[in-house]
């Protein structure tokens, strides 16, 4: 069965590199993408594949199976209301949502499946994982637990969305008994570098998250949304991507 889906961001970076994953699957196709003015430039969608470009998610989403978002944090809650409006599975990948915002997605999500991922990479699943075990584990141990986060210099959120969340999984392993540091930096073209740092008395632990090419994201969205366009109205992360546990 192929999946229809659309893309609001149509023209940003991610936007097109999700396009284009979606172009190649054997189980996706690309029914169009939402763009603030008409026509996007450049666009890696052809005419000639009548795929729907349009500023106008009325248009778009009713042609959708399920949409993914990655738009601008305050575009989304409108996109959410539209995808909802139309029945429509709804994958969020934008980042630097407000919390606010992060709560209309759950209101959301009781009447369409709604996924929200600060990061779409299938092994940050499989990190976070990894550094609330090794967060467990050390509980009570006097260790400290710092995160570094590295991304281009054109991203805006300091920590980010991924830092939060692996921090976020380290309290939440540890009862709340263990609030990691936070270090940012935003230099050159970096994609995306994470690291855990578990420092304790002569010894430390380093758990590192890299990404060097910005496809591993659009995989990971891609893959998300068609696992999303068969579940049932909810509020899901990736980790249920991967069916992984807490």
């Known amino acids: 069965m192929i999946t229809s889906l659309g893309i609001t961001g149509f023209s940003g970076r991610m936007g097109q590199a999700i ?6 699957h054997a189980e996706a196709c690309l029914a169009g993408g939402i763009v603030r003015n008409h026509v996007p430039t450049p666009c890696i969608a052809a005419p000639e594949k009548d795929h729907l470009i349009t500023n106008d998610p009325s248009h778009l989403f009713p042609k959708c199976d399920a949409v993914i978002d990655f738009s601008h944090a305050s575009a989304t809650a409108h996109f959410a209301t539209q995808a909802a409006a139309h029945g429509k599975p709804f994958f969020c990948g934008t980042t630097g949502l407000s919390e606010e915002t992060v709560g209309e997605l759950r209101g959301i999500s009781q009447q369409v499946p709604v996924l929200y991922a600060a990061n779409t990479s299938l092994s940050l699943i499989v990190t976070k994982k990894l550094a609330a075990l090794a967060a467990q584990l050390l509980k009570g ?3 400290d637990v710092s995160i570094f ?3 281009h210099r054109w991203k805006k959120d300091a920590p980010s969305g991924t830092a939060l969340t ?5 309290t939440d392993a540890t009862d709340d008994k263990t609030t990691p540091a936070y270090a940012s930096i935003r230099a050159g073209s970096i994609v995306g570098i994470h690291e855990i740092l578990f ?4 010894e430390t632990i380093k758990i590192e998250h890299q990404v060097t090419d910005r496809r591993v994201f659009a995989r990971g969205a891609v893959e998300g949304a068609l696992w999303l366009a068969k579940q ?3 509020f899901y992360t990736m980790d249920d991507v991967l069916s992984v546990t807490p």
Do not use: M
Not at 19 to 24: P, Q, R, V
Not at 199 to 202: L, P
């Open 19 to 24: 396009a284009e994953t979606i172009l190649s």
């Open 141 to 143: 141990h006097d260790y």
């Open 149 to 151: 986060d590295k991304h």
């Open 166 to 170: 692996l921090g976020a999984a380290i």
């Open 199 to 202: 420092a304790g008395q002569g």
């Open 232 to 234: 049932p109205a909810g």
